[in-house]
């Protein structure tokens, strides 16, 4: 039934001409499975197998970014990072400062980085892991469907992203493939091994820009290899909403709702600054200020005419920030909302 209706729907969005559709079908699809009773999961292996080819596909598309990107602009992109973290913290403390929500669960739940990442830090800090789980999936699944219909509205549609005017099934460069897979393959180790969260994107990304910029790597990605990591990925953030989930949400769904919204305007109006102050096109700085998971930016962004080196220079920068700063954050927070309560 998932597969049913992910081929379904990926087919009828490509149609409507939606960048992602191949990642959006399967997204809905599982949401679909999952509210009617279906129970499974995507195994975190598979998982990060998809990871590991995504950020071989950023990898294919970044060569250089450091130095070309953040080196020559970099008070640009410490302005952006830092102005994505002072709303996330704003909003945050606002939600907390109201008792919309509890302790520092709204700082958890709003931090833009790996939506798996942030609910397993934010279980560690005792924050409420379902409503974090429910915020963190929910925002990446409205800023990939807000990010595809802007850019669809904008015309920008067309790159690589719904792979319709592609040759599916033609033939690779074997040992470049070769090469792509031993990459894919050791990442996955080194993050298993180590136990490195968002290693399974992180490494290749970072490993594969160096080595395609030595010359020493040739990433070869085919056709059905990006669908079935895209599927993959939709599929692992539909699946999890759960019925579970989605009946605890309920009662708290009006509330995340609007505090998802408020975020995604606010990275929005970010978004203008940059268009009016740095004369970055505007679906650029949009797709760069969201504050979705890096993977699905990832590939909205090459499905559509944008500086796709950008965008993940911007996403990438905040994510590691967001990592290092968050727990700080999420204790100042919870200390704040145990002291206003007794008091």
Known sequence: MLVVL????????????????LLLGPMIAGIIVTANGGSRGIAPLPFQIAQSIVGAMIARTLPGWVHGDIGGHWMLFVGGVLSVLAICTLLGWLLTRMHV?????????LSPGAATTMTLMAEAFGADVQLVALMQYLRVMLVAAVASVITRILGAHGVHGTLASTHWWQMPDWLALAGTVALAGISIWLSRRFKLRAGAILIPMFAGMLLVHLGWLKIELPVWLLVGAYAIIGWHVGLKFTRPLLQYAARALPRILLCTLALIAACGGLAVVLVQVAGVDPLTAYLATSPGGADTVAIIAASSHVDVSFVMAMQVSRFMTILLVSPLLARLMAGRAKAAKRS
Do not use: I, Y
Request: glycine letters at 20%; a neutral charge; charged letters at 0%.
């Open 6 to 21: 992910s081929l379904l729907l990926g087919a009828g969005l490509s149609a409507c001409g939606l960048p992602a559709a």
């Open 101 to 109: 929500l509890p302790g520092s669960t709204a700082m958890w739940g």
